[in-house]
């Protein structure tokens, strides 16, 4: 509890600070976003005398030296934003350009609210408070997208899928069932809860977030519509965005240690039962648990890699 408040009392104390903006992208609640930054997006206009004064260096010059990274909330672009209490709410799909400094802090450079040819690039040295509720704005959009996309449909109900499926097709004296089943002894409860009470017509997220309503649910289309079997692999969501060797990233760090441990158990296990792969592909009920998720969680398209 000490621990939790002290961390309280720093975001109070420097949530206005550009460090710590950045900082959050890779500590913070969502370090799903940020990606490293080779070639600018082309409706991401920034040039070298926006975010370079006097010449200093060129975005180009620091892409090569790996040190710009890109946050796309392009899933959110075009939503219709809810209506909270007869208030019209906002939703903006920013586009956030980082840059790491020699010292390896990771500030941001620029932010444009919603990719458009007439929209303005916000700067650090826009006045104090054109620059803060730029950065309120992605700091909205970053809770709109790990809510709806990152914590509900790819922790949530994503597991749901995994867990129906080995309910339908796995007996329980099979090793895959005692395998799994004690990390899914509550997927189907908290989910049943949080259709009822989150994101039903008169659930918490329904009502009372922007994305709620008719924007929760192109949300969740369009991430299904673009979902892979490697980004729901910490070692190759890591590599596919670029960030192996960025440091200060704890995420990746700790998770990456989880993730070694975890294999290394399953491995063992799984080894145990099955010496080599024609023995997995020769397993009906294995092949029924994965052809169901297949089918049903990543919707049967070859491109995500799931089968």
């Not at 970053?142 to 109900?157: A, G, P, R």
């Not at 692999?233 to 975890?262: M, Q, S, T």
Request: aromatic share 12%.
């Amino acid at each position: 509890n000490s621990t939790l408040f002290f961390v309280s009392d720093y975001v109070q104390d420097h949530w206005k600070e550009d460090a710590f903006f950045g900082y959050q992208f890779l500590n913070g609640v969502n370090p799903m976003m940020i990606q490293r930054c080779t070639t600018l997006p082309r409706n991401f206009p920034v040039t070298d005398d926006m975010v370079f004064l006097s010449g200093q260096g060129s975005l180009t010059d620091e892409m090569k030296k790996r040190n710009i990274f890109l946050c796309d909330y392009k899933l959110l672009d075009g939503l219709k934003a809810n209506t909270i209490n007869g208030k019209k709410q906002y939703l903006m799909a920013p586009l956030v350009l980082l840059h790491k400094r020699p010292d390896n802090t990771l500030m941001p450079i620029a932010i444009q609210q919603t990719p458009a040819d007439d929209n303005p690039i916000f700067l650090p040295t826009d006045s104090e408070y054109d620059w803060l509720i730029a950065k309120i704005f992605v700091r909205s959009a970053d809770f709109n997208e790990h809510q709806m996309n990152v914590h509900l449909l790819l922790t949530h109900l994503l597991a749901e899928v995994f867990a129906v499926s080995l309910l339908r097709n796995i007996p329980m004296v099979h090793p895959l069932y005692k395998l799994l089943i004690p990390h899914m002894r509550y997927t189907l409860q908290i989910n049943v809860l949080a259709r009822r009470n989150l994101i039903s017509k008169t659930g918490s997220f329904t009502k009372f977030t922007a994305s709620g309503g008719e924007a929760m649910t192109t949300i969740l289309k369009r991430s299904m519509s673009s979902l892979t079997y490697r980004s729901l692999c910490i070692p190759e969501d890591i590599a596919d965005r670029g960030l192996e060797d960025v440091p200060n990233f704890y995420y990746r760090d700790d998770g990456l240690k989880l993730w070694d441990i975890i294999h290394r158990f399953v491995q063992g296990v799984l080894s145990y039962y099955y010496k080599k792969d024609t023995e997995v592909q020769d397993d009906p009920e294995l092949q029924k648990w994965i052809s169901d998720i297949f089918e049903h969680g990543f919707l049967s398209q070859a491109a995500t890699g799931g089968l």
